[in-house]
């Protein structure tokens, strides 16, 4: 689960994490009082959404550019209105949005900053060696595969072992790095901890702060914040599950969340529906092998019901892009005849148009190839994933 900039540094304030005042606004009238509030001189009037490159990007109703990108420096309260009454409401356009771009709903307006210099900082769990992970680089404020492609000498890690959690050490191999002196290498020190104690206690999947700016006083402060959370653990983290912003989710794979279903919307024509992660994945796989994509990873558990099984059906269908369906399920826990008798209800039920290629293999295989059998329904049966893999890819291009 992903929340905004602001909703990150409240929580990242809470363990110590440096950051600049600043205040949610949903109205114009919320941004100036925000803006009063903070006094100024200089303001920053940030958009809230979910995607990098905000300053960056572009407004649809503005294709020349010419008012500037999702964050804005302003020096007057006037000028925090003027882009409170543009940008809300408005159409945001980045490289992480795609050319839809996405709908401007809250902004936040904070304090401006003295920077003397810009870094770059994360903390993930790398599962190469099972730690969490401290990237960081001299080249802030630019996108980190940017810098991994092309300067990748200026990109540093550090792994912390669990055992021990952050040392001293640790932070002092950052900050050298990071050619900091001084002070700096105090305030940077203070900083790292209470990041790696916020991402430790709050069951985080990632922390980005792209920029980390090293103000003319020489103290650390989180310019920007990207809180990622590990979702098989919000269940210890009610609070920070509230801040969820479902109008910055994929509809679809809020549907799926409901029926406890995993699934996650992909570009290609080929819809999947499949029991286990592995399995699913090497489904996708095989498709790509046999000439076509993936729209979808979708894995309905080992313990779907008829009624999940219909609705991962629906929620493939309602992908405008799936030109075929390919069902593989290995029963063992899921019983093959449950997966059939939901493919046959769904299919019925949304008048299916496209082809369906089915391979089951396990419990109850022959009474589920026979509930298909005797449906009536145009089912393509497969005997193997490679079989099915290109029935499908053939069935798809034939139907085009």
Avoid at 147 to 155: F, G, H, L
Avoid at 163 to 172: L, N, S, V
Avoid at 382 to 395: F, G, V
Wanted: aromatic share 6%.
């Amino acid at each position: 689960m992903n929340i905004h900039e602001y909703q990150g540094k409240e929580l990242l304030k809470k363990y110590g994490v440096a950051v600049l005042d600043g205040g949610v606004a949903f109205t114009p009238d919320e941004a100036v009082a925000a803006a009063e509030r903070l006094g100024g001189p200089v303001f920053v009037v940030k958009s809230q959404i979910h995607a990098g490159g905000r300053g960056a990007g572009h407004f649809v109703n503005d294709p020349e550019r010419t008012t500037g990108g999702g964050v804005r420096v302003v020096k007057s309260i006037a000028d925090v209105k003027t882009a409170a009454d543009f940008m809300l409401g408005n159409t945001l356009v980045t490289k992480q949005t795609g050319p839809d771009g996405k709908e401007v709903k809250r902004l936040y307006v904070e304090d401006g900053c003295d920077i003397a210099r810009e870094l770059y900082l994360s903390f993930l769990v790398d599962r190469a060696t099972s730690r969490v992970t401290i990237v960081a680089s001299t080249e802030g404020g630019m996108d980190i595969e940017t810098v991994a492609e092309e300067t990748p000498d200026k990109i540093m890690q550090v792994d912390i072992d669990p055992a021990t959690g952050i040392q001293g050490h640790h932070a002092r191999s950052i900050a050298f790095g990071l050619g900091l002196e001084g002070a700096q290498i105090k305030s940077a020190t203070k900083f790292l901890f209470a990041m790696y104690k916020a991402f430790t206690e709050l069951d985080c999947a990632m922390v980005e702060v792209n920029p980390l700016v090293v103000t003319g006083a020489g103290d650390m402060v989180a310019l920007d914040a990207k809180v990622g959370f590990d979702d098989n653990a919000l269940y210890r983290h009610k609070d920070v599950e509230e801040l969820r912003d479902e109008d910055e989710e994929d509809a679809s794979e809020l549907e799926a969340a409901q029926w406890e279903l995993n699934y996650v919307k992909l570009d290609g024509e080929i819809g999947c529906m499949v029991n286990g992660a592995g399995l699913a994945m090497a489904t996708m796989d095989i498709i790509k092998l046999y000439g076509s994509e993936p729209a979808n990873f979708l894995d309905v558990g080992g313990g779907a019901t008829e009624e999940r099984v219909t609705a991962a059906f629906k929620i493939i269908l309602s992908d405008p892009n799936v030109k075929g369906i390919l069902v593989n399920i290995f029963g063992g826990i899921m019983k093959c005849d449950i997966i059939a008798s939901g493919v046959v209800a769904a299919a019925r039920e949304t008048s299916l148009s496209v082809p369906l290629v089915v391979r089951l293999e396990g419990t109850n295989v022959e009474k589920g190839k026979e509930i298909m059998a005797s449906s009536g329904l145009t089912i393509i049966p497969a005997d193997n994933l490679a079989d099915a893999a290109d029935k499908i890819t053939k069935a798809v291009k034939e139907a085009a």
